[in-house]
């Protein structure tokens, strides 16, 4: 299933492409920057799975920023905006009701209540065994 990126993102990329293409020292500066900047923003943000912070969001980003080089990753980019519009979709349909839409934004509002509990009360149990 090929995902392609919304044309406001594609016109984002092709201005940043026009801009590192002005010179050759201009063009390996970001082509050097985006090789070694982009693995370590996804695995900084595949560390914050586990660390405190926001890791999916970082890992989205690192991926951005390869895509501004790659195509495999302006390809994975467009699957992963796909994901995100199907389910913003499930969760808020369009012309669905106030009362669906409601009934999504509480399940969604429950979820990251759940997960948050969830993930303070095993950091806590660690915490607590390292100590014991």
């Known amino acids: 299933m090929q995902h392609h990126l919304s044309p406001r993102s ?20 970001v082509r050097v920057g985006v090789t070694v900047l982009g ?7 595949l560390a914050m799975t586990v660390l ?3 890791g999916l969001v970082v890992m989205v980003l690192g991926l951005a920023l390869l895509a501004l080089e790659y195509q495999w990753a302006r390809s994975v ?7 995100v519009t199907w389910a913003r979709e499930l969760v808020l349909p369009r012309g669905a009701s106030p009362r669906r839409r409601a009934f ?5 509002g429950a979820g990251v209540v759940a997960t948050t ?10 915490g607590a065994q390292a100590f014991a």
């Not at 980019?77 to 994901?83: F, S």
């Not at 999504?104 to 969604?108: M, R, S, Y």
């Not at 509990?117 to 660690?126: C, E, K, M, R």
């Open 104 to 108: 999504g934004l509480a399940v969604v």
């Open 10 to 29: 594609q016109a984002f990329l092709d201005r940043i492409d026009a801009w590192s293409d002005a010179g050759p020292l201009r063009s390996v500066a």
């Open 52 to 54: 405190p912070g926001p």
């Open 77 to 83: 980019l467009g699957g992963v905006g796909g994901v």
């Open 117 to 126: 509990l969830l993930t303070a009360t095993i950091s806590t149990y660690v």
């Open 39 to 45: 693995p370590l923003v996804v695995l900084a943000g």
